[in-house]
């Protein structure tokens, strides 16, 4: 028998290897930005096209290579960065894989111009899968230039799984500013299609975290240090009270490099403790630098998970540094414990005016084929639902015929401040008030964003919020729908959004939270979720607007909530896939005290 095993050609392993290494247009910018700083560039230029898919530039003014390490430099395990295995654990660079180039190279289109100081000339090397199509002298400044273009375009597989320009954009910024984050001593500028998004000059930490997020930042921060033996943490954290729902601002890097670690954030979050209201999350930028001895980087190929050898200590040390800040900057006292969830009501139902059981019926009447004003399709709805007719749905039959019943009494209650107890003839129904009032309000923006005229109500004082470039991509790709919803808003060219007007019913105090929510969520990756930017939107405005549990409601304030529910064209789940209400038959309840 002929034997079976072959070795692998080297570009078909460089492919299999980029799998590993780079999985989208980010990779590629955080493997030639890391490679920039390990050649102590002072300015680095990111620049991209058609968020990386077309094009990923990095030039940096670094040390550069030669002509024969530029030839080295795309092979595969070719580095400068490590000699023997002993050196793994004295790592000062963010490589040492000797991987990134090659894997790159194996994938796309890479151009790259390279000088060091000695040379005179510079070295030009064109590589299109693996291979070598061009090698020639050029006249570029010292330093390196590496363009990558038409990433996987031999797999095509990994191209098509790409996601929308929006999300790969997001991941690109992420990882610009995680590196950026790093070396606030370095200069960084970044543009994408010709519009620069950041122009990042060297600073303090505090100046970068503000150059990045906006300054408003500057008196969010609060320091955090600690010098042990075993390990010294500087950064910042942010104060509690404003602290933000979204987890974005989570940033750990141990020896300048970023790390993902769950470990380490439930110390930070237990720091936090009792200091945070329930769904906001701790904002941070913590630094810590260990002896590269006592740390495993080794165990993810893209580099971004850690084991620390003294994994209890440093738990401790992180946790007891960031309380000691939190103390210590007296944060805690400008907390307002006493907070009470009736200021959380997101708007008063006694503005409403209260709609009255209605008697007359309407059989004709289709609530979903109009847009009539809430409070005559409320009461239609109503109708519709006691005479047991014209409910269109798609709930259960059960629970269709759940509701087509004449309540004994119109009369209902909160129960627990969670649930509203509606009686029914032969049985009662159980609603949950905040799922009850996210779907109300869910159909409303998505009939707002379709019928492109959501009520808007003009701010008394306009809320100003900056945003950060990557907020700005953002806001202009969902700019009409939020528009559409009845936000008013105006982008000035420092990157502040004037917010001039709101949708009806959004109180003023919530605005800039809101938005920034919006923003967050908008730009979040949920392509596998297959729901589509508006979709979102609704559900994150809904989600903010709607009562929650434990807010106490009126009685016209339950009733003027289930005529807007029993109006919904969908009542058996919220917008999040969660049951509405459960019903419990009279039958049952006797059955219980026979
Ligand atoms: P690694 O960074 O793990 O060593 P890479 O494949 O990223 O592997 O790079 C291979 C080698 O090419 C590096 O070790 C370095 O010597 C050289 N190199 C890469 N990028 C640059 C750059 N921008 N400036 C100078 N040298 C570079
Ligand atoms: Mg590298």
């Given at each position: 028998m002929n034997s079976r095993i072959a070795l692998l050609p080297d570009h078909v392993a460089n492919q299999i290897a980029a799998g590993e290494v780079i999985q989208r247009p980010a990779s590629v910018v955080k493997e030639l930005l890391e490679n920039a700083v390990d050649a102590q560039a002072q300015t680095i230029q990111l620049i991209i096209k058609d968020a990386g898919k077309t094009l990923i530039q990095v030039i940096d003014d670094g040390m550069g290579m030669n002509s024969t390490d530029i030839r080295l430099a795309f092979e595969r395990h070719a580095t400068s960065k490590i000699n023997v295995a002993e050196d793994l654990f004295a790592l000062?660079?963010?490589?040492?894989?000797?991987?990134a180039l090659a894997s790159i190279a194996a994938i796309a289109h890479v151009e790259a111009h390279t000088r060091t100081e000695e040379d005179e000339v510079s070295h030009y090397l064109k590589i299109e899968g693996s291979k070598v199509i061009d090698q020639t002298l050029s006249t570029q400044p010292k330093g390196t230039s590496i363009a990558v273009r038409s990433l996987f375009y031999n797999i095509p597989a990994r191209r098509n799984f790409l996601k929308s320009d929006n999300v790969e954009l997001r991941h690109v910024i992420d990882e610009f500013q995680r590196v950026a984050l790093a070396h606030p001593e370095i200069k960084f500028l970044f543009f994408n299609n010709g519009n620069e998004l950041f122009d990042l000059p060297p600073v303090s930490l505090r100046k970068r975290i503000c150059g990045i997020f906006g300054s408003k930042w500057d008196k969010q921060l609060v320091p955090s240090e600690e010098a042990t033996s075993l390990a010294q943490l500087k950064g910042f954290v942010i104060k509690p009270e404003f602290?933000?729902?979204?987890?974005?601002?989570q940033f750990f890097f141990v020896n300048n490099r970023f790390i993902k670690s769950p470990f380490l954030h439930h110390a930070v979050a237990t720091a936090f403790e009792g200091l945070l209201r329930p769904g906001y999350h701790p904002g941070y930028f913590l630094y810590l630098s260990v002896d590269p001895k006592t740390i495993d980087i080794n165990i993810h190929p893209t580099k971004t998970e850690i084991k620390f050898e003294e994994e209890q200590s440093i738990y401790a040390i992180l946790r007891s540094a960031v309380k000691h800040s939190l103390g210590v900057f007296q944060?805690?006292?400008?907390?307002?414990?006493?907070?009470?969830?009736?200021?959380?009501?997101?708007?008063?139902?006694?503005e409403k005016v209260p709609s009255p059981p209605p008697i007359e019926v309407d059989s004709s009447f289709n609530p979903f084929h109009t847009l009539d004003t809430p409070t005559k399709r409320q009461k239609e709805a109503w109708t519709n639902v006691l005479s047991g007719v014209q409910i269109e749905s798609t709930i259960q039959p059960i629970q269709k015929e759940a509701l087509m019943q004449v309540p004994q009494s119109t009369r209902v209650f909160q129960l627990f401040l969670k649930y509203i107890v509606c009686p029914l003839q032969t049985h009662m129904l159980l609603i949950d008030q905040s799922r009850a009032h996210q779907r109300v309000l869910y159909e409303r923006f998505l009939s707002s964003i379709t019928a492109k005229k959501g009520l808007s109500q003009q701010l008394l004082f306009p809320v100003e919020i900056e945003l950060n470039p990557q907020q700005v991509e953002v806001y202009h790709q969902n700019k009409d729908i939020l528009e559409s919803l009845g936000f008013q808003l105006k982008l000035d060219k420092d990157n502040t959004l004037e917010i001039l007007g709101s949708p009806e019913h959004c109180p003023s105090s919530k605005i800039e939270e809101l938005m920034e929510t919006l923003l967050f969520d908008a730009g979040e990756d949920r392509s596998v979720e297959h729901f589509s930017q508006a979709d979102q939107i609704a559900k994150t405005l809904a989600r903010s607007l709607a009562i929650k549990s434990g807010d106490p409601l009126e009685l016209e304030e339950q009733q003027s909530l289930l005529d807007d529910f029993f109006g919904c064209k969908e009542t058996s789940i919220s917008p999040f896939n969660k049951p509405i209400f459960i019903t419990l038959e009279k039958t049952e309840i006797e059955q219980k005290l026979n």
């Open positions: 000062d660079t963010k490589g040492f894989r000797g991987e602290a933000k729902k979204t987890r974005g601002q944060v805690m006292p400008t907390l307002d414990f006493d907070h009470s969830t009736n200021l959380d009501v997101p708007y008063s139902f006694k």
